[in-house]
């Protein structure tokens, strides 16, 4: 994906908006959203079996990937049998 593909942080204030109105109420309750979220990422990273693909989850980040939105498509292909 080129960069002018990537929509810029000046594009999405109001998406800015709702995830830091979001991490502030949850905040007040004691919880750090964001935190949490990166430690999940990281579970599921070191849940990857193979040194491998630990390694594609950490190249898909650096390229721009969402590591929580790679995190949640994991867990899906995991528990996927189990949906049906």
């Known amino acids: 994906m080129s960069t002018?593909?990537?929509?810029?942080?000046?594009?999405?204030?109001?998406e800015l908006s709702l995830w830091n109105g979001y991490r502030e109420v949850y905040r007040a309750k004691g919880l750090d959203i964001a935190q949490l979220y990166a430690e999940l990422a990281a579970e599921q990273e070191q849940k990857l079996?193979?040194?491998?693909?630990?390694?594609?989850?950490?190249?898909?980040?650096?390229?721009?990937c969402l590591p929580l939105a790679l995190a949640a498509l994991i867990t899906l292909l995991r528990y996927s049998p189990l949906l049906i």
């Open 49 to 64: 079996r193979s040194p491998g693909a630990r390694e594609d989850f950490a190249e898909l980040c650096k390229d721009g």
């Open 4 to 14: 002018a593909e990537k929509p810029q942080i000046e594009e999405l204030a109001d």
